[in-house]
């Protein structure tokens, strides 16, 4: 194995369905800090989704490998969104879902030559990057390749709880199969590679009950910098920031649309306006920009605007897992943020000291209300959030941590490897 770990000599092939930069999602920004700590290592392979707008933020030499995989396309629950009802249940009952992230033939061709190069290390970035990448080359490539995985949350966490709230009876028997098949999945993958990676201790806890192995926790982190100062303003606004085709984050917008928005409006009126940014929003969400005092902001080059004129960050979330890089952006932002029990979940708040944590749509509201009529209440959560987030959060510390685990799981790699070479010769 030619690894000179104190030389930087590692080669490495990154696998990501998510663009690794720092200004875009939630994903990719955790992609990025990937990115970055496997450069302190060697030299990287990146195969990745088309750069296409962000191509300029890279240096050529960091791309050796940039071609298009079948898996950058977002095929998940594409039956959902489809126009066409045949087409629907073709898909629905063509395969799962999930699955189809495998490559098809063509990536077979077109990443041939791969094959026949040499890795030391395999980081896959969330397990639609493994379904794609062992599709290829699970029977070709060298086994002494370590290999890890970052699931970031837990797809099969998400996923059940869709089917919680699945009520037509085709669809709760089509997702509790693709639910099986995700459980399965991710406990082969735990307990095949060498080592995975979870962004909280509560997503490790879990992971670890299905194996042997013990998850690393890397949370999501930031690059803290000055933030704006919050404008006065008699209107006080509300900012939902996220991916807006993500489901837990259409999910949380249309329960706060609906259950949580009209009292917050009856009592503050025109005081309040209620804005929406981010990626790829759905048709309801769309829908919401001609409702009075909301705005639907797609696909915004940078969302830093929006953070200097919001007053209160909401993140009214019901499901997903992990924890979200969008209340430590929130904090970051120095902004007053009302969240969910989930919502920070895995991020170490405290109700009351970091953030105001409701569950209802009563106590929401009047947690929301009662910030937007108290400026130095505001503050205050704003400021222990910030302070808590950069003693837990810091890039750099978490950009560190990860590159030593991925150094000594290398170190103690080439030893095993050594090791039985050295015994394969004395027999």
């Known amino acids: 194995m030619a690894i000179h770990l ?31 700590a496997l450069k302190r290592l060697g030299h990287v392979t ?27 396309e977002d095929r998940f629950w594409r039956h959902e969104s489809s126009k066409s009802v045949i087409k629907r249940w073709v898909h629905a009952l063509r395969k799962l879902n999930f699955v189809d992230a495998r490559a098809r033939s063509v990536d077979r061709e077109r990443f041939s ?39 970031d949350d837990i797809e099969s966490v998400v996923f059940s709880k869709r089917i919680e709230r699945e009520t037509r009876p085709f669809w709760r028997w089509k997702f509790s199969r693709e639910l099986a098949w995700l459980r399965s999945t991710e406990r082969r993958v735990a307990s095949q590679w060498n080592a995975f990676c979870q962004c909280s201790e509560i997503d490790a806890t879990r992971m670890n009950s299905l ?60 005081r309040v306006r209620l804005e929406i940014v981010g990626l790829r929003p759905p048709a309801q969400i769309q829908a919401l920009d001609l409702e009075p ?70 106590e929401f509201a009047e947690r929301v209300i009662a910030l937007a009529r108290n400026p130095a209440r505001r503050a205050g959560l704003a400021e222990a959030a910030r302070e808590h987030a950069i003693a837990a959060f810091s890039s750099d510390a978490v950009v560190e941590s990860l590159e030593q685990n991925l150094r000594d799981l ?12 050295a015994e394969s010769r004395r027999v």
């Open 46 to 72: 990146m195969i990745v989704p088309p750069l296409d707008e962000f191509r300029d933020r890279y240096d050529p030499a960091d791309i050796v490998l940039e071609r298009e995989p079948t898996m950058a």
């Open 6 to 36: 104190g030389n930087f000599n590692v080669n490495i092939l990154f696998v990501t369905n998510e663009v690794p930069v720092t200004t875009g999602s939630g994903s990719q920004r955790r992609a990025a800090m990937h990115l970055r």
């Open 410 to 421: 290398l170190a103690k790699s080439t030893r095993d490897f050594s090791q039985t070479i």
């Open 211 to 270: 194996t042997s192995r013990t998850a690393w926790v890397i949370p999501n982190a930031y690059d803290f910098q000055p933030f704006p100062e919050e404008q006065n303003s008699e209107c006080c606004v509300l900012l939902f920031v996220g991916t807006l085709s993500y489901f837990p984050n259409v999910e949380g917008i249309e329960w706060f649309f609906r259950e949580v928005w009209p009292i917050v409006r009856q009592k503050l009126d025109e």
């Open 293 to 362: 005092a909301v705005s639907v902001t797609a696909n915004a080059p940078s969302v830093a605007p929006h953070y200097a004129e919001a007053h209160i960050i909401i993140a009214p979330l019901m499901a997903g897992s992990g924890t979200r890089i969008k209340l430590i952006e929130a904090s970051a932002m120095g902004r007053a943020i009302v969240t969910t029990s989930l919502g920070c979940e895995g991020l170490g708040f405290v109700d009351g000291v970091h953030a105001e944590i409701a569950d209802n749509p009563e």
């Open 113 to 151: 030559d791969l094959v026949a190069q040499k890795y030391d290390l395999l980081f896959a970035f969330r397990l639609r990057s493994v379904v794609w990448w062992e599709s290829i080359f699970r029977n070709s490539c060298d086994q002494t390749m370590t290999r890890v995985i970052d699931f």
